[in-house]
């Protein structure tokens, strides 16, 4: 069982930069595929970014160029790293985790493949 906690949302200004965390505990992180999703009012999840344990990154092309996911695994830790942020990044976001079913697998963008979720922090970019 592994428990997530996201931190470092807020208010910033079309065009600043954010940085999220996502500290994780219980379960062996490193087993782990990270990703990141987002909701906007009135919208449906969107799948934002996802790292495997060794590395490997997908992301949703609207964010390519601007965001940047990454892992500490000895701290516990995911990041997204947010730059050039504009209005239509405003949501929720979420970190969600599964177990990667083998070393070579490419992380997945669909949130049904996640099988823990954490309470989600708020990213308001104003124009």
């Known amino acids: 069982q592994v428990q997530l906690v996201e931190s470092g949302g807020g208010l910033v200004q079309t065009g600043g930069s954010l940085r999220l965390s996502c500290a994780a505990s219980?379960?062996?992180?490193?087993?782990?595929?990270m990703g990141w999703f987002r909701q906007a009012p009135g919208k449906e999840r969107e799948f934002v970014a996802a790292?495997?344990?060794?590395?490997?990154?997908t992301y949703v092309d609207s964010v390519k160029g601007r965001f940047t996911i990454s892992r500490d695994n000895a701290k516990k830790t995911v990041y997204l790293q947010m730059n050039s942020l504009k209005p239509e990044d405003t949501a929720a976001y979420y970190c969600a985790a599964y177990i990667q079913p083998y070393t070579g697998a490419s992380p997945r963008g669909d949130g049904t493949s996640y099988d823990y979720w954490g309470q989600g922090t708020q990213v308001t970019v104003s124009s």
């Open positions: 219980g379960g062996t992180f490193s087993r782990y595929v």
């Open positions: 790292i495997s344990w060794i590395g490997g990154r």
